[in-house]
């Protein structure tokens, strides 16, 4: 039985998505909040497999497969099925997935994988639809999946569905996450302020590591009342030598800069030794060219 997507006729990468900083700007009457983030993506991620099939099949491996296995319901199958009724019909599909992200926490994992298997059933089935219908699939998939398809440097504002994007030059991280899941929704309710001002992006690009030192991520302090880990984690990046530490999205994983791969290499090497219960993982973020789109 194929373990790996090497064995596919198919394999998209499905980059983890990095809030390099966000800002909540106010609250829709449906509850859902206005963003504005900076956002970039790793060449770190999931990856997805996909083959033609006598009947439709869905496989997971990978070091956080178990957290997903005991699932009925999957972001994957959920997308594989939107898109086939909106396609109105598309030929059965093994699709697997090498789930490399930690399950729950706040760099878009499942939002990865939905996305990607769009891209890759679009390239499998040479089909092909709207910019906007393709859109409108991905974010009734979840507010993440839009960006997660464009996977490139960009900044998400509305609930994130609207993209502009950004020409950030790649950046060595190392991600950090105490193996403790973070509901989206909670953290979300727990904000203190739902309408704070956003992200002052303006001259920026001239020092874009000394741009980000000086941004926030709104979802942090209420992330860190919810779930202790996060400081914890975030002080191992800083007594780490990161240049800049802070959390993605609802949390709990946080990212700490480093002037270069080779140091955020050796970064992530002693942090796995000095605590080997947590997860720590170096990568460089992808370019504007590298993208999907
Ligand atoms: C926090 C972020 O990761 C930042 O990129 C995203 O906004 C969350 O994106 P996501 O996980 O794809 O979110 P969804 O699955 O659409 O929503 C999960 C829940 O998060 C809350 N939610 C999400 C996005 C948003 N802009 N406002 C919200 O209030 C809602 O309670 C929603 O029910
Ligand atoms: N392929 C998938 N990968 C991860 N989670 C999935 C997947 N399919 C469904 N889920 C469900 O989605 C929930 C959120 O998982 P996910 O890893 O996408 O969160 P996240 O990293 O916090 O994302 P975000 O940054 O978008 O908030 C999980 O608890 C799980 O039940």
Known sequence: MPDSPAHFALIEPAPAKINLALAVTGRRADGYHLLDSLVTFTAFGDRIGLSP??????????????????????????????????????PAVHIHLEKNLPVASGIGGGSADAAATLRGLLALWQAGLPHDALNAIALYLGADVPMCLASRPLVARGIGEAIAPLALPPLAMVLANPLVGVSTPAVFKALASTDN???????????????????????????RRLCPEIARISESLGEAEASTVRMSGSGATCFGLYPSREAADAAAAALSRRHPHWFFAATTTLGASDGAH
């Open 53 to 90: 099939a006598e009947e439709d099949r869905f496989t997971l491996s990978g070091p956080f497969a178990g957290a997903l296995a005991a699932e009925g319901d999957n972001l994957v199958t959920r997308a594989r099925d939107r898109l086939r009724e909106a396609l109105g019909g598309a």
């Open 197 to 223: 001002p956003p992200l002052a992006l303006e001259g920026a690009s001239a020092d874009w590591p000394a741009a980000i030192a000086g941004l926030r991520n709104d979802l942090e302090p209420p992330a």
